[in-house]
């Protein structure tokens, strides 16, 4: 399977913890991009690399969440101390921008239940 | 902010009819713009995009217009399959150095065998 992947699909913790996901992207794409989406409604950016370079944050991206991408390839988005209001699903997706295209390819998806 | 958004939550059609679901967006400085499909459990699923210099495009079966005067963008889809049931998105790149996608709140299409 080529596409995006992202690990674990589902994750239940209790309030407090802390918790981990990854995203591997399609090879060789250089734009690697996080979104959380609720029940219901679209995905919302949270944040977007360039190779290992952060470029872009939402609002959405509080100080408990941390991403990074340190050897430009996968990609790890860390929530400390989780909140119930954390709970939704966390998507990733990639881009090959030296292609000259603008789509974005996402994953399926790694579901947070807090507790 | 702006936003994209979508006029019918629900659209029910009969297998084999064609299929028209509707995005309106306020933002005009967008130049771009996607739809996706998502099924239950799964990501988004890439169907057609749509650059602001053109005002229709051709896929498999789907068809996107691009109306720039009224803001409005529509997926038609041909024929429509059972297996086109699903959750589509519009979603659109406001551009000025930004490369995140605003999606709107999603229209559930059902298709009636």
């Known amino acids: 399977d080529t596409g995006v992947s992202q690990n674990p699909r589902h994750k239940i913790t209790k309030r407090g913890q802390n918790v981990t996901f990854r995203c591997d992207p399609i090879?060789?794409?250089?734009?690697l991009y996080w979104y959380r989406q609720t029940l219901g409604q679209g995905p919302e950016f949270l944040t977007y690399?360039?190779?290992?370079?952060?470029?872009?944050k939402s609002r959405l991206l509080s100080d408990r969440f941390s991403a990074e991408r340190p050897k430009g390839s996968f990609s790890t988005l860390e929530i400390q101390r989780t909140e119930q209001g954390d709970s939704a699903m966390y998507l990733c997706?990639?881009?090959?921008?030296?292609?000259?295209?603008?789509?974005?390819?996402f994953g399926p998806g790694t579901r947070l239940t807090v507790t | 902010g702006e936003s994209v958004g979508l006029h019918l939550p629900t659209l029910s059609v009969q297998e084999g009819d064609n299929s028209i679901i509707n995005c309106a967006y306020s933002?005009?400085?967008?130049?771009?713009f996607i739809w996706y499909k998502q099924e239950s459990g799964k990501g988004p699923q890439f169907i057609i995009d749509i650059r602001s210099n053109m005002d229709k495009r051709q896929g498999q079966r789907v068809t996107v217009l691009l109306n720039k005067t009224v803001k409005h963008l529509s997926l038609q889809i041909a024929a429509t399959q059972p297996g086109d049931s699903a959750v589509y998105f519009c979603?659109?790149?406001?551009?000025?150095?930004?490369?995140?996608?605003?999606f709107g709140k999603g229209t559930k299409l059902s298709v009636i065998p």
């Open positions: 933002n005009s400085a967008s130049d771009y």
């Open positions: 690399f360039q190779n290992e370079a952060q470029l872009e």
């Open positions: 090879s060789e794409h250089n734009r």
């Open positions: 979603a659109e790149n406001s551009g000025a150095g930004s490369y995140q996608l605003t």
């Open positions: 997706a990639s881009t090959d921008r030296t292609s000259g295209a603008y789509e974005q390819y």
